[in-house]
């Protein structure tokens, strides 16, 4: 029996405005640990390297990214030790189905059939049976390595209005075969679906050979496969990184996958599109009441992660990063504790918290961009304590990592030694400091900070002088490539 060659396809973009606090634009929600230990997007990558069965060939995962989020992406692979074949960066959003389309471009020249089965998925939803995630998609990868286009659909629960929902007709081999897609309802619509059958949410998962995928985009709209085809052809490739042509992409209309090509699919004979059911608890995690929907809870309904003391309190969901957090007397709220904010809300409410990223957006403060732990391809660092001309910053270095060879045109820094060794390019001088070790960085001066050993590096550094942002920085050598 020939095998199936399937490349699975991670969909990692995205800011994840619903979950502000804990997601922000430059840290969003599929690269954070909401259920367990690793995050959704490492959740993702792993269930997916699971599919592999006889019969059944996996590749290492494509993941279609943003350049902000690319060293995240590695790094979270790295901690699972799982290889991405590619990480392909959009240069800006143009939605899905152009993510889409560069995901079947690259597989045709990667794959060993040259015509692999895609299994396309977003990065960040969750499931409570791994189980039955694997045994439906199992099935829509043998129905799509026949030709049909397949995608899979959850058994509704609720009269949800947050979710579009696809009609199907007869059975098909253990398929159903998709009628319609529907968008949204409204309330009524919703009820009336449920209480009709027949209608299943849309769950965002498709699988399809590439050839297929790119020829029924070539049918509906050709102007994005013309445009992203040309976006493709002018690719530029670095450091396991692979960059579409900035100014071809720029040209790409934005359209998802199901406007582009699925809501037409049922209408055109030439498509076979099917639906296979999934019973696996699956939830999108878009906002604070679905984490409370999925998280384990206590006998009246509380969900807490983090340093909690809920008392009092019914269908409440606590979570805190940084300190302490205790509620009274709370019925169906969401409290949510970060460094930097805090978030109170009815948990009725929560998908409007998006309005709150709005107001913060249409303000320039940088609370809905970045926490006060910033990560790096090196490290991370953390701005604890600033003031008039001072600015006090924690900043761990990885083993073996760098930041660049750099100066500064507004401001000093001094350099204390936590943990870990520390090498220094100090002007002329290289040194090697040890913890409760210092240094002095001249306002000009050329340094570098690197971390020669095998554990993490800590520093405090205080930074003073009449600016201290960000961009204050002139790179003249640089491991990432930001260099100028």
Not at 26 to 52: D, N, T, V, Y
Request: aromatic share 8%; charged share 20%.
């Amino acid at each position: 029996m020939t095998s199936i060659q399937v490349q699975p396809v991670i969909m990692a973009g995205g800011s994840g405005t619903r979950l502000w606090p804990l997601s922000r634009a430059q840290h969003p929600k599929q690269f954070l640990a909401l259920q367990g230990k690793q995050s959704l997007f490492q959740q993702a990558a792993m269930r997916l390297a699971g599919l592999a069965t006889e019969g059944i060939v996996m590749a290492a995962p494509c993941v279609v990214g943003n350049e902000d989020h690319r060293f995240l992406v590695l790094d979270q692979l790295l901690e699972i030790k799982l290889a991405p074949a590619s990480v392909l960066l959009e240069p800006m959003g143009r939605n899905t189905a152009p993510a889409m389309t560069l995901a079947a471009l690259y597989s045709q020249g990667a794959a060993e059939s040259a015509d692999p089965v895609l299994v396309v998925t977003a990065a960040d939803h969750a499931y409570k049976n791994e189980a039955g995630f694997t045994s439906a998609l199992r099935q829509a990868v043998r129905a799509a390595a026949g030709g049909a286009i397949v995608t899979l659909g959850i058994t509704p629960d609720r009269p949800e209005t947050g979710f579009g929902y696809l009609r199907t007709a007869r059975p098909d081999d253990g398929e159903l075969k998709v009628a319609r897609f529907v968008e949204k309802p409204d309330a009524a619509t919703a009820q009336r679906y449920l209480a009709d059958g027949g209608y299943f949410w849309n769950s965002g998962i498709f699988v399809v050979r590439a050839s297929v995928w790119l020829a029924a985009l070539r049918r509906f709209r050709p102007d994005i496969a013309t445009a992203t085809e040309t976006a493709w052809s002018s690719r530029s490739t670095d450091a396991g990184f692979v960059r579409p042509d900035k100014a071809a992409f720029a040209l790409i209309p934005a359209e998802s996958v199901d406007y582009a090509v699925m809501e037409r699919c049922p209408d055109a004979p030439e498509f076979d599109i099917r639906m296979v059911p999934m019973d696996a608890g699956w939830s999108d995690l878009g906002a604070w009441d679905a984490v409370w929907d999925v998280s384990a809870k206590d006998a009246h309904g509380n969900a807490s992660h983090g340093d909690t003391i809920v008392r009092d309190s019914r269908n409440t969901l606590v979570n805190a990063t940084s300190r302490l957090v205790g509620v009274v007397g709370l019925d169906n709220v969401v409290v949510v504790e970060t460094p930097d904010a805090v978030l109170v809300a009815d948990r009725s409410r929560a998908q409007d918290v998006k309005q709150i990223v709005g107001e913060l957006q249409a303000a320039s403060r940088t609370e809905h961009t970045l926490h006060r732990q910033v990560h790096r391809p090196w490290g991370w660092y953390d701005s604890i304590d600033s003031g008039p001309r001072f600015q006090v910053k924690r900043i761990m270095v990885k083993p073996g990592a760098s930041l660049s060879l750099q100066k500064h045109h507004h401001r000093a820094e001094h350099w204390i030694v936590v943990t870990g060794t520390a090498e220094i390019t100090n002007g002329d001088q290289v040194l090697l400091l040890t913890e409760n070790q210092s240094t002095y960085i001249p306002l000009g001066q050329v340094h570098r900070l690197a971390n020669p050993g095998k554990v993490p590096l800590e520093i405090i550094e205080v930074q003073s002088g009449s600016y201290l942002g960000e961009d204050d920085i002139v790179r003249f050598e640089d491991t990432y490539g930001r260099a100028k």
